[in-house]
């Protein structure tokens, strides 16, 4: 299908290149050819080509400063020449395809084939009228109009299998839908900055054209080929298409080939655009999946069979197993890929690989497997395990399952025995032939008795039941701002015991604005009046920050009149580009002066420099660099600093100390950050070695030293008292100083003076946790972390460290649970790493918005709190339904049971239990999923892994309700007719009319049901289950709407319900009963659930079940560079048989001419376990992981592990 719909695609471009060939100097295959090359080879085809890049410019219509024009246009002719920046999605499952995937279900299909039998047998007249002799069988109720009515019950339970099937398939559909829907906001939210017509605009990625001068700039996730016309110090990580994790150098003279899909690490810079959409390096690769889908779904047959013996196959790549049929291969965001499972062997025309990975499931562990289970097809389990509650219910449905076969298997061998027992050794009765076909017709009774048994008792309203809460939440989720990227997270987040935060942004507002500052040695405490800056002073101070600056950062005037000016770019520039203008200077001038252009080197900011310098040509030839950065960081690299004339004056080191103790603590404690501006001239000959950092960025002049103000959100110290309350630690994960940090900790409640608590430098926190080979040792972070609230001065290695030791603890009895906040790329390790990742929308990057499971569209904690409560929410909303189910459950298979074997006949037939079923588990699951949280929910702790699903309170209401509900159908089967003074139904012949009595113990248990539905609203013992009840309007449509077809089934339902129709009395009675159930709720709720000590809960994980067992055998830890080192020559050995093998495999796929996309499956599935091999105990055992290349250093590799669990 992808291969059809790609040679349209090209047959088309083929035509509109013959139209247009005069209108661009190059075709789309060239241009397609171009992109294959690498390095050299580029540079060298674009010299020989093209002349230069320039040159290429020219011939695509573009102007590398100016950008296209941006003509409508000439923006429609690009997309029409070179194609839309856009990859079709798979199609979605068409309703008939849910429909057939619905009626796979094993007890349905038994229903199907009873319900068939059943129909046939109606139809067969025995030949003579010989049945008299036939027992027990036909008694004198059957008259000529019943007999023709034996094939009603089989067209009934038909149909009502069909309501079944057409109800699951519409949830699905649904489901699909707001997947699709969500899929589109996250793409739509996806914006680019490119240059049209000389201004530089944000536009949706979809709308990048070949042409487009593209900004790049660190964090971004490339949109589009290109190639790099000019920037500075870029480096990008293309592990999601090379699976190499070294992140390359990108430049125009020796390699500046930009592909789409990979990471921009450092730098920044223009591409020219040349490849978009399906002719981008991602899009070939996605063509040649087949993201058009129907091979997808033959090649997941054949897949399973091309494991290569060697590898074991748990360690399927996310491309196998579940995820080539999930729905959730769909698009492709904006043509952008994973950092996921791309590789390229080598020679790039074997591109192969990557599980569809779009947007919303980053990096499949190595499980594609277990993903499989009904509703989380999804979220596709990126995650090591189940999500805690998935595990729990799978554990409990299947518990219930094997209860409720056993149930309906002795139903049936106690229906049979009894038949047979009274028909041929009491009555003496033979078995004559002509008698054959009524006896089956009995069999075929009993067996769909059996069968209903089992349909009532297997809940499969459980999976919808989460699939409506998770999708009900979700959306209602994207009003709190929290968009979330992977269904269960929002579930996760109900149980979590500890926030990681990140300070700037998130419990502050970003609006940096300088407040104080020391210049030409004096401490200002608000911004200097501009004439006590000495002219030097203030030129120096100026072109520093404007030059030494990304140029698209800038401060626009305020949107509406009297607002704040617009902050665009980096926050902390804008601070101090704002700082400029307080001062009443200008830096627009400073910088058209010197374009970007111009700058002779810029080396920009990481999380390892702390500090930004640009280099510039003085009109003399002689160089200076601008220099600024963390104050206690810069300032240790100052030699002298400007006095209050404005002259260069020396700066000791004890003088550093003095200005640390004077200016920067004062500074750092309320609450500011320091940032140090400084600059070096340097001779124009001998030209100094740039690449030589450290002596560069030494013997510098300190200009100035100011405190930025970043002030608290003023709802965010109420939201992190919420979250202590609710028993979640929140903890606040900085790069500021530590003076800087507390303060601030201070000022958001995280810290209260007085308390005993921790706050550390990451020094100091690496120094504690380490022994003295350097290894992280699990007990020593178990020392620190209950006690840590601040880490201030962190890297991400630091922050990855924290979250993964607090995970991996044993120290408390409940495991923890980590919620991580995060907004730099240097985050993704960290993101990835936490039971949930949330990411900023505003200021965070396309990488950690990429490592996240959910995006806070507002950067703001307190949506953190909104997810808990929703989170918390989910989990009770199952509860509340597991309550209603498990009551009815009991309930129906033992009275069917009981019913069976006293009577010989189920009280509820086929079709009524169906339709019990279907209020239950359909229309209750609605009912309870969609119930709106409270702030109530935050008032308990977390649940934790280990606490059941079903508590003692449920337990003692489930047990409770059903000893009420069995009372009362028991009494009326038995003695019910005595009581309405009607006929009995019991013993009733086959095909007998329905009769009134069983009719009543059918609308009974119907009301009985509907107000236990009101009562299964609360599950923590609370007295009014009336409470909100209002706000909850689809609950309230469901209670009336089963109640209004329940009349209509009673009164005109007739032979296909076996209902028969009843008086107003009845009636009366039947709904009596049913209020009863709130009373009784009442009296349960009266008895104290501490003296049942007897009751058993339900639904627990156990800590064994939460490791398959090939983890067990070895824990894929982080190793240090020393053993990295010995064991790299292991790892080139595992990628050279690797490749050896798959070129093997390649070879052999051509020989048997089997399909290509067989072969780059297979290879797929070999090259993705070699990524790294982080664990070698002994030589027997290798676990293989496939390593996320990290920002940092190869420490961190270890963040792109398949998520491991601790053992709680």
Known sequence: MGDMTNSDFYSKNQRNEANHAGEFGCTLQELRSLMELRGTEAVVKIKETYGETEGLCRHLKTSPTEGLAGTAADLEKRKLIFGKNFIPPKKPKTFIQLVWEALQDVTLIILEIAAIISLGLSFYQPPGEGNEGCGTATGGAEDEGEAEAGWIEGAAILLSVICVVLVTAFNDWSKEKQFRGLQSRIEQEQKFTVVRGGQVIQIPVAEIVVGDIAQVKYGDLLPADGIFIQGNDLKIDESSLTGESDQVRKSVDKDPMLLSGTHVMEGSGRMLVTAVGVNSQTGIIFTLLGAGGEEEEKKDKKVDSSHPSSHPPPATDGAAGANATDNANASLVNGKMQDGNMENNQNKAKQQDGAAAMEMQPLKSA?????????????????????????????????????????????????????????????????????????????????????????????????????????????????????????????????????????????????????????????????????????????????????????????????????????????????????????????????????????????????????????????????????????????????????????????????????????????????????????????????????????????????????????????????????????????????????????????????????????????????????????????????????????????????????????????????????????????????????????????????????????????????????????????????????????????????????????????????????????????????????????????????????????????????????????????????????????????????????????????????????????????????????????????????????????VIVQFGGKPFSCSPLQLDQWMWCVFIGLGELVWGQVIATIPTSRLKFLKEAGRLTEKEEVPEEELNEDVEEIDHAERELRRGQILWFRGLNRIQTQIEVVNTFKSGTSFQGALRRQSSVTSQTQDVTNISSPSHVSLSNALSSPTSTSAAAAGHPRREGIP
């Open 367 to 1047: 499980e594609g497997g277990e993903g499989d289970d009904k509703d989380k097809k999804k979220s596709n389990m990126h995650k090591k395990e189940k999500s805690v509650l998935q595990g729990k219910l799978t554990k409990l449905a299947v518990q219930i399952g094997k209860a409720g076969l056993v149930m309906s298997a002795i139903t049936v061998i106690i229906l049979v025995l009894y038949f047979a027992i009274d028909t041929f050794v009491v009555n003496k009765k033979q078995w004559l032939p002509e008698c054959t076909p009524v006896y089956v017709q009995y069999f075929v009774k009993f067996f769909i008795i059996g069968v209903t048994v089992l349909v009532v008792a297997v809940p499969e309203g459980l999976p919808l039941a989460v699939t409506i809460s998770l999708a009900y939440s979700v959306k209602k989720m994207m009003r709190d701002n929290n968009l979330v990227r992977h269904l269960d997270a929002c579930e996760t987040m109900g149980n979590a015991t500890a926030i990681c935060s990140d300070k700037t942004g998130t419990l502050t507002t970003n609006r940096m604005t300088v407040v104080q500052a020391y210049v030409g040695d004096v401490h200002y405490k608000e911004i200097p009046d501009p004439d006590s800056i000495p002219a030097k002073t203030m030129e120096l101070l100026v072109n520093a920050i404007a030059i030494n600056s990304a140029y698209t950062t800038k401060i626009l005037p305020p949107e509406k009149e009297g607002g704040l000016p617009r902050q665009v770019g980096n926050k902390t520039e804008c601070g101090l580009l704002g700082f400029v203008l307080d001062l009443k200077q200008d830096y627009e001038p400073v910088r058209s002066l010197i374009p970007e252009e111009k700058l002779y080197k810029v080396y920009t900011f990481n999380s390892v420099r702390k500090s930004m310098s640009t280099v510039i040509k003085m009109p003399d030839g002689s160089f200076r660099m601008y220099s600024k950065g963390a104050s206690e960081i810069v300032l240790k690299k100052c030699s002298r600093i400007l006095n209050a004339a404005g002259e260069p004056r020396i700066f000791r080191p004890r003088d550093r100390d003095e200005m640390v103790k004077k200016v920067i603590e004062p500074m750092a404690c309320d609450g500011l950050r320091t940032i140090c501006v400084a600059f070096r001239d340097f001779p124009s000959s001998p030209e100094p070695d740039w690449d030589n950092e450290n002596d560069i960025l030494s013997d510098l002049t300190c200009i100035c030293v100011v405190g930025i103000e970043d002030p608290v959100r003023p709802e965010v110290p109420e939201a992190i008292r919420k979250c202590q309350r609710a028993g979640i630690t929140v903890r606040m994960v900085t790069g500021d100083n530590i003076n800087t940090a507390r303060a601030i900790a201070i000022k958001c409640g995280i810290i209260h003076p007085g308390e005993d608590f921790l706050c550390l430098e990451g020094k100091e926190f690496n120094r504690r946790i380490r022994n003295e080979k350097g290894e992280i040792e699990q007990e020593r972070i178990d020392k620190i972390w209950p006690k840590l609230r601040v880490l201030a001065r962190s890297s991400p290695t630091d922050k990855h460290t924290l979250v993964k030791g607090i995970i991996d603890s044993t120290q408390v009895e409940q495991r923890q649970v980590v919620a991580v906040t995060g907004d730099g790329t240097n985050d993704g390790p960290a993101l990835k790493k936490a039971d949930v990742g949330f990411a900023m929308g505003i200021a965070g990057t396309d990488v950690a918005k990429e490592a996240s499971d959910i995006i806070l569209t507002d950067d703001n904690f307190t949506s953190i709190v909104k997810a808990v409560m929703w989170g918390r929410n989910v989990y009770d909303s199952i509860s509340k339904f597991l309550q209603f189910q498990l009551t009815v459950n009991i309930v129906a298979v033992i009275v069917a049971f009981t019913g069976a074997c006293i009577t010989q006949d189920s009280p509820l037939k086929a079709v009524q239990m169906l339709w019990v079923n279907l209020i239950m588990d359909t229309f209750a699951s609605l009912a309870l999923a969609t119930e709106p949280p409270t702030e109530a929910l935050l008032l308990r702790k977390p649940y934790g892994r280990n606490k059941p699903l079903i508590s003692r309170t449920m337990m003692k209401n489930i047990l409770g309700h059903a000893v009420y509900q069995l009372t009362l159908i028991f009494t009326l089967l038995f003695v019910g007719e005595k009581m309405f003074k009607i006929d009995s139904g019991r013993n009733a012949p086959l095909h007998s009319p329905p009769s009134e009595h069983y009719t009543i113990i059918f609308n009974t248990f119907v009301m009985m049901q509907l107000f236990n539905e009101i009562n299964a609203r609360k599950i923590h013992g609370e007295r009014n289950v009336f409470d909100g009840i209002f706000r909850n309007p689809i609950f309230c449509t469901i209670v009336l709407g089963t109640f209004a077809i329940q009349i």
